[in-house]
């Protein structure tokens, strides 16, 4: 397996970007740091922190423990990052 280097990453879609932007601001307001995020997801630092900063897209089903673990639903996380791109 290789590694990747972060120049590598293709670019992400507005949207996705968008969704990471969303889950971003709402983890941060829920008082769960990129570093918890990654713990309670079982990844890496580092694998959160590129997610985080939109330059790698989530999962559906890492999207769907983030809503659970903010108390919310993938449809809010998603209705948030559509209403950041307007």
């Known amino acids: ?24 601001e709402m983890t941060a307001s829920a008082g769960i740091s990129g570093s918890a995020l990654a713990r309670r997801l079982g990844r ?6 590129v997610r985080l ?3 790698k897209a989530w999962t559906l089903d890492e999207l769907d423990r983030i809503a659970d673990m903010i108390g919310t639903t993938v449809d809010a996380l998603m209705s948030r990052a559509a209403s950041m791109r307007e």
């Open 44 to 49: 890496a630092q580092s694998y959160a922190s």
């Open 1 to 24: 397996m290789s590694v990747v280097r972060n120049e590598e990453i293709p670019e992400m879609g507005a949207f996705a970007k968008a969704v990471a932007w969303a889950v971003k």
């Open 53 to 55: 900063n939109g330059r």
